[in-house]
């Protein structure tokens, strides 16, 4: 398993691949590969494994607790240290200053921002497609930290030549941050353009007084082999971006 490098000791932060030599075979071809989302109609029992193999590899380094939701594409952000309620929680962010705590988030080409303070005593994990971005899920994340994140980390995710998206979406960021009209080229199609998540991310995060931005380099949709991808292929599994302080 690889952890990003350059952050406070004791934060392992990564992103799962297509590829993990524990794979459970599946009967439906589009979803071979390490698939860890419930929601993409494969067997719940090869999920659940998939999701028990993270598991026991996080729990090397002391994890003993891990919490998924039901990402909904919105805004909404949980605390969650020692209780987890019943009913499954729904949102797109997730913070703990709760050690040997993984906070686990499913992406295919929408983007995964991890997040956490110079102590490495607080993170936060979130998934940011176009709308939650431009809705405010990372405003929101910060908001609902109890400490100023100095560092995120920035998963793989669709990247600016293969993200076409129409005006309105351009709009959306624009209007609230003009600055970002850079982040937007002129597509081929009249009234299309193409968007780099990452740009647009690492302007929002600055704004908000994370200096140090790091990742951001990869693309889920070109790298066929590496990561799963929605938009290279509608019926397909889900990669899981993890961060925990051990």
């Not at 990564?14 to 993990?20: A, L, N, P, R, V």
């Not at 100095?150 to 293969?162: D, E, F, R, V, Y």
């Not at 931005?213 to 971006?241: H, I, N, P, W």
């Amino acid at each position: 398993m690889q952890f990003v490098q350059g952050l406070p000791q004791g934060i392992y932060v990564g992103q799962t691949h297509i590829q993990h030599p524990k794979a459970l075979l599946s009967a439906l071809p589009e979803l071979q590969g390490f698939n860890l989302a419930l929601h993409v109609q494969d067997d719940p029992q090869r999920v659940q494994k998939h999701r028990m193999i993270l598991l026991d590899e996080f729990a090397t380094y002391g994890v003993n607790k891990m919490t998924w939701m039901t990402q909904t594409h919105s805004t909404i952000c949980h605390t969650v240290n020692e209780e987890i309620p019943f009913a499954a929680l729904e949102g797109d962010g997730l913070v703990t200053q709760r050690k040997a705590h993984a906070l686990m988030m499913m992406t295919a080409d929408c983007l995964p921002i991890v997040l956490g303070n110079a102590q490495g005593s607080e993170i936060a994990n979130l998934h940011a497609g176009w709308r939650g971005l431009a809705q405010g899920i990372v405003e929101n994340t910060i908001a609902e930290m109890q400490s100023q994140p100095t560092w995120a980390w920035l998963g793989a995710a669709i990247s600016q030549p293969n993200f076409e998206i129409g005006a309105e979406v351009k709009l959306a960021f624009c209007g609230q941050y003009p600055e970002l009209d850079s982040a937007f080229q002129v597509g081929e199609q009249v009234g299309k353009f193409y968007a780099d998540l990452y740009a647009i991310a690492r302007y929002i995060l600055k704004q908000h007084g994370v200096e140090t931005v790091l990742g951001g380099d990869q693309c889920s949709y070109r790298q066929v082999d590496e990561y799963f991808s929605y938009r290279r292929e509608a019926k397909t599994g889900r990669m899981a971006t993890f961060v925990f302080m051990a």
